[in-house]
């Protein structure tokens, strides 16, 4: 007989296969639409500006989540003013991520491009980081809200650490190939 808490874990393992399958089919589906059609001129700025605002609401969300974790290590923030941040801004993040694949297909990328390429896995490692910081999320909620840092496993420390790295290489990124690419157009 298996425990709630182990039966818990697995549940979430299975939301969290199941989260990565589906960025993967979101991608699949933005990048097909994006070489398949063709969008008419009148599309381009209304899509252009839906990508733009899903960017700043994006980005928005994952700097302000990451300010909170790093206030967090510098003993600025506790843990509760962290999961409340992260509470209140990870739909937004997610949103953003929506907003991106969803617009940018009909902004007609050019996957022979190589920086259009690396913009769209900038996406996808975000989109994907974001589904595993599910698990770190998990664990962090295990702990006493007043823990530092500097408190945590040396583990829990660098995944933390690694994963904001993750986060804002892949927001910056795809937000400055989007510039180098919108400019050129």
Request: hydrophobic residues 55%; glycine residues 8%.
């Amino acid at each position: 007989m298996t425990t709630p808490l182990i039966e818990r874990r697995r549940a979430a393992r299975h939301r969290r296969a199941i989260a990565y399958w589906c960025v993967l089919l979101a991608m699949y589906v933005s990048l097909w639409v994006g070489a398949s059609v063709v969008p008419s001129d009148w599309l381009r700025s209304p899509a252009l500006f839906a990508h733009l605002a899903s960017v700043i609401v994006g980005l928005g969300a994952a700097v302000l989540l990451e300010t909170t974790g790093l206030l967090w290590m510098l003993r600025r923030a506790t843990l509760d003013d962290l999961r409340r941040v992260e509470r209140t801004v990870s739909g937004l993040a997610w949103l953003g991520i929506a907003g991106l694949l969803a617009t940018g297909a009909f902004l007609h990328p050019d996957l022979a491009q190589p920086l259009t390429a690396l913009k769209m896995a900038a996406v996808l490692v975000v989109a994907m980081n974001g589904v595993g910081m599910t698990k770190l999320n998990a664990e962090l909620a295990r702990l006493p809200g007043r823990v530092r840092f500097g408190a945590l496993p040396r583990s829990l420390r660098v995944w933390c650490v690694w994963s904001a790295l993750v986060s804002q290489a892949g927001w910056w990124t795809a937000v400055l190939i989007g510039m180098l690419s919108t400019a050129s157009h």
